[in-house]
């Protein structure tokens, strides 16, 4: 299997910005090819942002690089070192497992990195073969685009490569790329790697080199790395609020998993919300519930004392991280429930508001209500109504309950004024119709492992619009087949 060095997507003029860091924060090496690699799936809108057309991506050059089958020349490839704390507990030293960093491309939008994911074994695979699995890839990338589409701070994703080569999990697979993009891929963890090793020289440059880069704005503060743990907390409790908001569970939030720059990042067992349930776990193997839908708010402030806890020597003192990290929960709440009022279509704030949502969450609790389709389908409720409004009541077992929230929710809008038509469009902006349900990828998945990849082109075009309806594509709104009860997803990827 010979690889072409020099072939490169001529205009993305590569830069190496991570690479300027000491030599001990990564290790440059090169990807390791696939067997005939192909395209799966690539994103239109990803590849705009740094000005690269459908004919490259689907060239062979286009092909080569996306599969790690051919290097660009300016290319400087590396995988980096990073720690964390995965389940609660200290897990030591992790890093790039399996991904490889092309570099980055400057665009008017600044920095784009592009990553391979799956690219083969690293230094830092620990027992893993570095590769990831169509599966695997498929829901990252369509989950990437999906949380782009609903508003949702995200790393993005390029493309999909795949090849026959076998890669063995449960069963045996195909293995496959994705190509994530983000300004950084730098992580709690890699903060914490230096924190943990006693590095201190190493801990300052990483987090000079974040500021410098990614927040130069906190740089003419008085203590630029506490306005800067400051402003992890806020996108981090921001992110997370949008997370429930949709009913998104990340299933694995440890700190190797929670970028610097608030962007949710790593999708491997996550899920949508569909019956609802606080205590929902998505992920199979977290027997515990410590990444459950309720526990998500909880952890992201457990892994920004993480992270204050490895900024503490560049801070200076206990005083000063402890301030800042009170500051996290206020930031959720105020997030959360303003994405709260905006579901609702309520346009201004009264105290007994809380005492609605309250009631709201346990009655769909009582009545494992999919999330999704009731505060869409709240959007066609009238204030003035005759006839009760059965699209949304019949997702209630316990209809009386819904009927009695129903009234004091009307009580809530006739305080404002509200008008059905202008509150519709304005709920239907923010409840969306369509989520990356996992019976969906499942379909999605299972054809393109018989290599059809149309619904996961369908799925992707449906997904970058989720607001929108569809009318051509109403069933993916649906509730999910009984069959999709059996659904396991672990964190085999
Ligand atoms: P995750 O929690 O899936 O983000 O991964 C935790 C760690 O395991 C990271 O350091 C990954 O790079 C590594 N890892 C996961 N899967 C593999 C694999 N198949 N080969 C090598 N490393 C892996
Ligand atoms: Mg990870």
Redesign the pocket.
């Known amino acids: 299997m010979g690889k072409e060095k020099v072939t490169e997507i001529d205009f993305l003029k590569w830069e190496n910005s991570f690479s300027s860091l000491p030599s001990s924060f990564f290790t440059f090496l090169d990807p390791l090819p696939l067997t005939n690699p192909y395209m799966v799936s690539f994103s239109e809108s990803a590849a705009a942002l740094i000005d690269l057309g459908s004919s490259e991506l689907l060239s062979q050059n286009g092909v080569n690089t996306f599969s790690g089958n051919a290097i660009p020349s300016a290319s400087k490839t590396l995988s980096a070192v990073y720690s964390g704390h995965?389940f609660g507990q200290w897990a030591g030293q992790?890093?790039?497992?399996?991904?490889i960093l092309l570099g980055n491309v400057q665009t008017e939008n600044g920095p784009w990195e592009l990553q391979l994911k799956g690219a083969g074994?690293t230094p830092?695979?620990?027992r893993?073969?570095?590769?990831?699995v169509l599966r695997s890839s498929i829901r990252e990338f369509l989950c990437s685009e999906a949380m782009f589409g609903l508003g949702i701070p995200t790393t993005r994703a390029l493309c999909i490569t795949g090849s026959k080569d076998a890669v063995y999990r449960e069963t045996a697979e195909t293995a496959s790329v994705v190509t994530r993009m983000s300004p950084t891929f730098i992580r709690f963890g890699s903060f914490e790697h230096w924190y943990y090793s006693e590095n201190s020289e190493n801990l300052k440059i990483l987090a000079d080199y974040t500021l410098q880069t990614f927040y130069p704005e906190l740089l003419e503060k008085e203590n630029p790395y506490k306005a800067l743990l400051s402003e992890v907390i806020r996108r981090t409790a921001s992110m997370v609020a949008q997370w429930q908001s949709v009913g998104f569970m990340h299933g694995?939030m440890?700190t190797?998993?929670m970028s610097i720059l608030g962007l949710t990042l790593?999708y491997?067992p996550f899920g949508f919300m569909e019956a609802f349930n606080q205590g929902h776990i998505c992920n199979h193997s977290d027997h515990q519930g410590r990444y459950s839908y309720v526990n998500q708010p909880h952890i992201g402030h457990w892994n920004c004392r993480a992270l204050a806890q490895s900024l503490l020597p560049l801070i200076g003192t206990v005083e000063e991280v402890q301030e800042v990290l009170t500051e996290y929960l206020p930031a959720y709440r105020a997030r959360y429930d303003d994405i709260l009022h905006q579901k609702l279509g309520l346009e201004s704030k009264y105290p007994e508001d809380q005492k609605l949502f309250d009631t709201l969450f346990s009655i769909m609790q009582e009545s494992q209500v999919d999330f999704t389709l009731f505060f869409r389908r709240l959007s066609t409720l009238k204030i003035e109504e005759f006839e009760s409004n059965t699209a949304i009541r019949d997702l209630f077992i316990n209809r009386d309950a819904f009927d009695d929230w129903s009234v004091q929710y009307r009580k809530r809008l006739k305080l404002e004024n509200s008008s059905d038509e202008s509150r519709k469009i304005k709920m239907n902006a923010v409840n969306p119709k369509y989520i990356l349900r996992n019976y969906l990828l499942q379909v999605a998945i299972e054809n393109a492992e018989n290599d059809d990849f149309t619904e996961v082109n369908k799925l992707l075009k449906i997904m970058e619009r989720p607001f929108d309806e569809q009318p051509e594509y109403e069933e993916y709104a649906n509730l999910p087949p009984d069959w999709a009860a059996d659904i396991a997803v672990s964190?085999s990827?």
């Open positions: 995965q992790l890093g790039d497992g399996r991904a074994v830092y695979s620990r893993g073969d570095g590769r990831a694995v440890n190797d998993n790593d491997g964190c990827s």
